[in-house]
């Protein structure tokens, strides 16, 4: 469903009116395009930061220019920040180069995790980054992100997926953000940045439409024979996503108990093994919890949540899963903040946190990364449905002032599923335009 209100606020009459009145003002957001080329960025570094040299070398080798009088991006080495009173430096680069910024433009903020640096000073000085981070988000507008990433000492080499990803069209909808490196067993960049996962095996449930079906083409686009999960009974949406990007499409009920063990039946057989699992499948069941029967709640929990730890548990006990491979999660910000009429929903989608979180450690010793995304409001047919007023406060309370988009949901899992990606593990981001609620 189209935004009206955006497309009225970005017209010649519409930019006078919503001006004049105060009113939100939806930015048009660069979004990814094959052949992208950034422009300028602006690297800087507090004194003693050990990320601005590899950084530099990233942005070298995608070809990024660093001299210029407007930048597409600001990028500021933090992690040689050991106390307070450091913190200055970072007031010292983006006060004079606020306004240089281009509109849509990038701000990343490097630094050491709090839990990995030395003292106590120094670990407040970092924890006090992300004020900045998050406000910069609400301050630039115009499109702007700005995002946090914190790089334990030892993971400098693990950095490059995720500086071109927040550097790029593909991070549009993904803003005041946190992401975490860790060392990585393996990090293994591409040999086309353009098609990084060329050769690999992904599942993609609930394939046939919406953000699932988005998922899928990202993904094949990005080089992976995806394979697409859906109920029968959408058998034909999902064979249209199937031929249009070359996959395959698979019909199975996953809450019926033998789905788990067909599954892996099915991956074994014909591939061998998956690379890349990504939980998208998911229902909504809704009514406050007075007025919930009990089939509403376990068959959301079921989908929702214990249907990814079945399918894990299989795919894992059988090895299907390679070393190095990528578990993918959808969570939702309403398990973050909750939402009202949802409490099935949002435990679920708290539960996909909370298997992200807690498997984490156990998958690094075979070089699998689990993470989730948690998608805000985005444009599907579900949104669509909603009363007025209630879809339209959804699309203007974040910074963005506008819904997303399923691609963007799409971009971002492709980025955790990037075989550059194995230092980045446990994490959940939001794609909310950074949303005012659970920011």
Known sequence: MSDR???????????????RLGLPSPPRLRRFKPGEVLGPVLLDSAPGGRLVEPVRDILKAAGIAEEGERYSALVFDASGITDSTGLRTLYDFFHPNARSLTPSGRVIVLGTPPEACESPREATAQRAIEGLTRSIGKEFGRGTTAQLVYVTPGAEGAVESTIRFLLSGRSAYVSGQVVRIGPATAVNPPADWEHPLDGKVALVTGAARGIGAAIARVLARDGAQVVGLDMPAAGDALAAVANDIRGTAYQLDLTGGDAPSRLADHLGGRYGRVDIV???????????IARMDADRWDSVLDVNLSGQERINEVLLDRGLVADGGRLIGVASIAGIAGNRGQTNYATSKAGVIGLVQSMAPVLAERGITINAVAPGFIETRMTAKMP???REAGRRMNSMSQGGLPVDVAETIAWFASPASGGITGNVVRVCGQSLLGA
Do not use: C, E, Q, W
């Not at 990504?278 to 406050?288: F, L, Y």
């Open 388 to 390: 007025v007023m209630i």
């Open 278 to 288: 990504v939980h998208n499948a998911g229902i909504t069941r809704d009514k406050t």
């Open 5 to 19: 209100y955006a497309s009225f606020a970005n017209s010649g009459p519409g930019r006078a009116v919503v001006k």
